[in-house]
């Protein structure tokens, strides 16, 4: 099995510079050539950055000023619930604008506008499917928008690119917002059952929440999907970097994830025959690094407690055969707390293991 620790050119299908026999990565052939490349894509990334910022600063102006014309300009009915959502758009708007033109790598603020892009869809989205909007101006007002979030993606991917290849010393940590998790959980099972259950990663969104699913390619490598905030999705591939039966699963993303991600599981017996502990370690890089961080905290995606959730339903999964719903996960309003009125139905057991209806150990 390929480890972390082993030259890159052991990875297949690997995009990245050779490798010579020391180890080392080999030279450009031409430095100048580089450099200016290099140079000319950070220049024209701020460019496009400075551009979008003023833009959000004369929308967001807009927006605040005559918040009644520009409702009946995308379609949408000039009442007070459009206009405060208007009202509050421009803001947002605005704070970006001055975000990105204030920063001299303002990598992050541009990421909160692909943020902003995607809620502002949404509410097309919505107006889109109202009897009182104008279908036509609200289909044209979203085309536009589209074509601004292209824009905005451009311009997040050449600054986040170049702040992570510029060379200036700083920490990764600091300059993409890079997240660690690391979550604990005992499950009564045995490493080897835990551990056959989790290797086959197709089994990961069934407690996973925001997990959508998993292909597994070949032996080593996966193709993930997962949700993302305000309804979006994000895609990468991952690829084992180690492999120990009943003890670990290691693995990173591969190039070009939309989330640059990774992490392990270790699987120990626990004390006195009491099942085993998981212990769940994690990093990533969110979209928009700390700014996009916050962003995904704002719509309820913490993630510590997202892994520490995810866990919890895989204990469940091992231990019952099922996730157990409760009122909490249906009701969204306020209620009295009190378990699901469904009745959780658990596998029959021999010695404890769940088995089939053929009285097969699962």
Same mark, same amino acid.
């Given at each position: 099995?390929?480890? $972390?620790?082993?030259?890159? &050119?052991?990875?297949?299908?690997?995009?990245?510079?050779?490798?010579?026999?020391?180890?080392?990565?080999? +030279?450009? %052939?031409?430095?100048?050539?580089?450099?200016?490349?290099?140079?000319?894509?950070?220049?024209?990334?701020?460019?496009?950055?400075?551009?979008?910022?003023?833009?959000? #600063?004369?929308?967001?102006?807009?927006? #605040?000023?005559?918040p009644r014309g520009l409702a009946r300009m995308i379609g949408v009915r /000039?009442?007070?619930?459009?206009?405060?959502?208007?009202?509050?758009?421009?803001?947002?708007?605005?704070?970006?604008?001055?975000?990105?033109?204030?920063? +001299?790598?303002?990598?992050?603020?541009?990421?909160?506008?692909?943020?902003?892009?995607?809620? /502002?869809?949404?509410?097309?989205?919505?107006?889109?499917?109202?009897? @009182?909007?104008?279908?036509?101006?609200?289909? $044209?007002?979203?085309?536009?928008?589209?074509?601004?979030?292209?824009?905005?993606?451009? $311009?997040?991917?050449?600054?986040?690119?170049?702040?992570?290849?510029?060379?200036?010393?700083? $920490? =990764?940590?600091?300059?993409?917002?890079?997240?660690?998790?690391?979550?604990? #959980?005992?499950? @009564? &099972?045995?490493?080897?059952?835990?551990?056959?259950?989790?290797?086959?990663?197709?089994?990961?969104?069934?407690?996973?929440?925001?997990?959508?699913?998993?292909?597994?390619?070949?032996? %080593?490598?996966s193709r993930w999907k997962a949700k993302a905030p305000a309804g979006s999705?994000?895609?990468?591939?991952?690829?084992?970097?180690?492999? %120990? +039966?009943?003890?670990? #699963?290691?693995?990173?993303?591969?190039?070009?994830?939309?989330?640059?991600?990774?992490?392990?599981?270790?699987?120990?017996?626990?004390?006195?025959?009491?099942?085993?502990?998981?212990?769940?370690?994690?990093?990533?890089? =969110?979209?928009?690094?700390?700014?996009?961080?916050?962003?995904?905290?704002?719509?309820?995606?913490?993630?510590?407690?997202?892994?520490?959730?995810?866990? &919890? %339903?895989?204990?469940?999964?091992?231990?019952?055969?099922?996730?157990?719903?409760?009122?909490?996960?249906?009701? &969204?309003?306020?209620? +009295?707390?009190?378990?699901?009125?469904?009745?959780?139905?658990?596998?029959?057991?021999?010695?404890?293991? =769940?088995?089939?209806?053929?009285?097969?150990?699962?």
């Amino acid at each position: 099995m390929t480890t $972390a620790t082993q030259p890159e &050119r052991q990875y297949s299908g690997s995009t990245r510079e050779p490798w010579d026999d020391t180890g080392g990565e080999m +030279p450009a %052939r031409n430095g100048r050539e580089t450099d200016r490349t290099e140079r000319e894509g950070s220049e024209d990334g701020e460019g496009l950055a400075r551009a979008l910022g003023w833009f959000s #600063i004369g929308l967001g102006l807009t927006q #605040i000023i005559a918040p009644r014309g520009l409702a009946r300009m995308i379609g949408v009915r /000039d009442d007070e619930d459009n206009r405060n959502t208007m009202l509050a758009i421009g803001l947002r708007e605005l704070a970006t604008g001055v975000g990105i033109l204030s920063r +001299p790598r303002p990598a992050g603020w541009v990421w909160g506008r692909v943020g902003g892009d995607a809620m /502002d869809l949404a509410l097309l989205g919505t107006a889109m499917k109202s009897q @009182n909007s104008d279908k036509s101006r609200v289909t $044209a007002a979203t085309a536009a928008v589209v074509g601004v979030t292209i824009l905005d993606i451009i $311009a997040g991917q050449r600054l986040t690119h170049n702040s992570l290849g510029n060379g200036s010393g700083s $920490a =990764p940590g600091a300059k993409t917002g890079i997240t660690h998790v690391k979550q604990l #959980i005992t499950v @009564n &099972r045995s490493p080897e059952e835990v551990y056959t259950f989790w290797r086959d990663f197709e089994n990961l969104p069934l407690f996973m929440e925001h997990l959508e699913s998993v292909r597994v390619t070949d032996d %080593r490598r996966s193709r993930w999907k997962a949700k993302a905030p305000a309804g979006s999705t994000v895609e990468w591939e991952a690829e084992i970097t180690e492999d %120990r +039966p009943n003890e670990l #699963i290691a693995w990173r993303s591969v190039e070009d994830a939309d989330v640059p991600n990774s992490g392990s599981v270790r699987f120990t017996p626990a004390p006195g025959d009491g099942g085993t502990e998981i212990m769940v370690e994690l990093r990533y890089d =969110p979209p928009g690094g700390k700014l996009g961080a916050m962003v995904a905290k704002l719509f309820g995606e913490e993630p510590n407690q997202q892994v520490k959730g995810d866990l &919890r %339903r895989f204990k469940q999964v091992m231990e019952l055969g099922e996730v157990v719903r409760s009122d909490a996960s249906i009701h &969204r309003t306020m209620h +009295p707390a009190q378990p699901s009125k469904k009745p959780v139905s658990q596998p029959p057991r021999i010695n404890g293991a =769940p088995v089939n209806a053929e009285g097969e150990i699962l």
